[in-house]
């Protein structure tokens, strides 16, 4: 159990590139003086090519519940007037924009995933490269550990965080490995548990699918991503749009759904004389995914999906 993790070659984690920068800024500004929500700040590279395309009048909020992530921003971004950060997760958007913003944001970028810095730093424990300690929270705003996870969670619980949000079909048996090793205290040692049970060809993925699902289940990252799907009609006017970029099917679905249909089933309901009506539309009916160019620069981007949609008039929810 104390043995040290073996070295795994990936070509996921790189210094931290904005994935999908040109397209996902061009869908977003609408109204080069409008109010604007990123609602995954992370090191601002988003935010600042934004305010690069706003006039001197228009406004852009950055949202990020990491402390880290705050302070790379603000140092990426520098003294602009016209950018405001937020500490908090954007599940709670509508409480952490003054009420007055309500109603009248121009567009929303939701770049979903996990940051690069917070992947490349060992302490916080979200890679199975680094040997570091179960923790995988997202920001101190969060609750439950990874460390939790791993050594409290019953058979059930543990086996379905790892289907369910890992889509990792030996999940009963990682699930039982883990509970008969417990306690695991660090990444390196939950990767050679992981390994022991695994299919050796598909090692490294059934790795990366494993971290994936103790990552959502700690940073309830799919609540959050329906609560702010939902909590972004209230504050959109008419014709606002949201643009959000994922790297997962679990979230592409959400996301699908709801710019579908204004809901998580992705069945539009229709009146009376049988006419759709929905909340909110997609812009794009094609999901537009990263160039060979940019996968070859940036291999993090390779499973990026680019949604839009946009709010209807008298879309409230």
């Keep these: 159990m104390n043995r040290k993790p073996m070295a795994l ?107 690069t810095h917070q992947i490349k730093e060992a302490e916080r424990g979200f890679s199975f490269q680094e040997d570091g300690p179960l923790d995988m929270r997202m920001g101190n705003l969060s609750g439950v550990s990874a460390y939790q996870v791993v050594n409290e969670y019953e058979y059930e619980k543990l086996r379905d965080v790892i289907f369910h949000y890992g889509e990792e079909k030996q999940s009963r048996q990682i699930a039982r490995a883990i509970i008969e090793n417990r306690p695991i205290e660090t990444t390196g040692e939950l990767q050679s548990v992981v390994s022991s049970v695994v299919n050796k060809r598909f090692e490294v993925k059934s790795l990366a699918r494993v971290f994936q699902g103790i990552r959502i289940e700690v940073n309830r990252e799919l609540d959050m991503l329906k609560r702010v799907m939902e909590e972004s009609l209230e504050v959109l006017k008419p014709g606002g749009r949201i643009v959000a970029i994922s790297y997962h099917s679990l979230e592409d679905r959400i996301v699908k759904r709801f710019f579908k249909a204004g809901n998580f089933e992705g069945k539009v309901e229709k009146d009376f004389y049988g006419n759709p009506i929905s909340p909110i539309k997609p812009v794009n009916k094609q999901v537009i995914t990263p160039k060979k160019e940019e996968v070859s620069v940036n291999p993090a981007s390779r499973s990026a999906k680019l949604r839009i949609a946009e709010k209807i008039e008298g879309g409230d929810s």
């Design 9 to 115: 070659e990936m070509t996921t984690y790189h210094q931290h590139i904005p994935v999908l920068l040109d397209e996902s800024v061009e869908a977003l500004i609408t109204d080069k003086d409008g109010l604007y929500i990123d609602g995954t700040l992370g090191g601002g590279g988003h935010s600042k090519e934004i305010l690069k395309h706003l006039g001197e009048n228009g406004r852009l909020y950055g949202i990020d519940q990491d402390d880290e992530a705050l302070e790379a921003a603000s140092s990426n971004i520098g003294d602009d007037p016209r950018f405001t950060p937020i500490k908090g997760n954007f599940g709670y958007l509508s409480t952490l924009l003054p009420p007055q913003t309500h109603g009248q944001v121009a567009g929303i970028l939701l770049d979903l995933g996990v940051s």
